[in-house]
């Protein structure tokens, strides 16, 4: 069995990677970032992150920092906000 796991994962080693990244569930919600642009420039607070799920139509926010790691898996629902060390709204995108 172990035999096997390894060989599975030696497999995989410089593979190109996938076309695309794993979607969740289908929460309703599509994200639509171009409504969000609005917000730049404005700093991270709750009624700031109620006002971006109601503009852009996203069932969800992440708050992006700078150096925070964040995962690769593809979220139609969610709304990416980068923020500066300030909290001040970058960038929006979804995903």
Request: proline letters at 6%.
């Amino acid at each position: 069995m172990i035999m096997l796991s390894a060989m599975a994962v030696a497999m995989t080693i410089g593979a190109a990677p996938p076309e695309t990244y794993p979607v969740h569930g289908d929460t309703g919600h599509v994200c639509n970032a171009a409504k969000a642009k609005t917000l730049v420039g404005r700093k991270r607070s709750p009624a700031v992150e109620a006002q971006a799920l109601h503009l852009t139509g996203a069932g969800s926010v992440r708050w992006i920092r700078p150096g925070m790691m964040v995962t690769m898996d593809y979220r139609p629902d969610r709304l990416n906000l980068r923020v500066d060390g300030k909290g001040k709204i970058l960038s929006a995108n979804c995903g």
